[in-house]
């Protein structure tokens, strides 16, 4: 069945750090690739989107690329900050649209 | 910015008692979903509904039910609330359209004596 692996946490950085967050899926066909932010005490927020083969989704200074041929869609910050501490969440909706999530990725920004 | 609400946003409650989770949008979305999640974050959905009168139970078993009477409001009921139900409860909603969205609501965090 689809799925989606995103990389294990927690993920600790200091303050403008190079961030990359891994996420691998599996569907078939083409389908739509998400990252949601979770801040503590909240629910989920779209961060961004791509929709097909190659598209970038980005927002907030944050970038994912639809990779078809590893079907990946890495979340990637070249300088985070301390207000980006949140729970990441990877997710993907199929052609039948229903949506799978990933287990999220914890990340603390320090200082 | 989404317009979806949940209350209350906490709850403390005794075994036993009935409780109702409300979730509203005000976005005219079709589709509603009711996710619970567990405290290592991961999200289980454990029911949906396509539109009104319209409701099916999740990827994980759940003793709770849902009903859907008009569009924008999706209510979750637990009967006889025990502490296995405490955990954070996620309401999210999408318009149906291709590649479309899910926005939710900032969630009901149940604990339950």
């Known amino acids: 069945g689809d799925s989606v692996t995103q990389m294990e946490g927690p993920v600790t950085l200091s303050e403008e750090a190079f961030l990359t967050i891994n996420c691998t899926y599996t569907?078939?066909?083409?389908?739509?690739l998400f990252w949601y932010v979770q801040y503590p005490g909240e629910g989920l927020q779209l961060l961004l989107k791509?929709?097909?083969?190659?598209d970038k989704g980005s927002n907030k200074g944050f970038e994912a690329t639809y990779r078809k041929e590893t079907t990946s869609f890495h979340l990637e910050k070249g300088s985070v900050q301390v207000s980006d501490s949140a729970v990441y969440f990877c997710?993907?909706?199929?052609?039948?649209?229903?949506?799978?999530f990933g287990t999220g990725t914890s990340l603390t920004v320090i200082p | 910015e989404a317009d979806i609400y949940q209350t209350p946003r906490y709850l403390v409650i005794g075994t036993g008692k009935k409780i109702t989770l409300e979730c509203s949008q005000t976005?005219?979305?079709?589709?509603m979903y009711w996710y619970q999640q567990d405290p290592g974050m991961e999200l289980h959905l454990i029911h949906y509904?396509?539109?009104?009168?319209?409701?099916e139970k999740g990827d994980l078993s759940s003793e709770s039910t849902v009903s859907r009477i008009r569009t924008e409001h999706f209510p979750l009921t637990l009967e006889s609330a025990r502490p296995s139900h405490t955990s954070q409860y996620l309401c999210?909603?999408?318009?149906?359209?291709?590649?479309?969205?899910?926005?939710f609501g900032p969630g009901t965090r149940l604990t339950v004596l």
């Open positions: 999210a909603s999408s318009d149906g359209l291709a590649a479309d969205t899910q926005y």
């Open positions: 569907a078939t066909g083409y389908p739509s």
């Open positions: 791509a929709t097909k083969a190659d």
């Open positions: 997710a993907l909706m199929n052609t039948g649209n229903q949506f799978y």
């Open positions: 976005m005219g979305h079709d589709k």
């Open positions: 509904s396509y539109g009104v009168n319209s409701t």
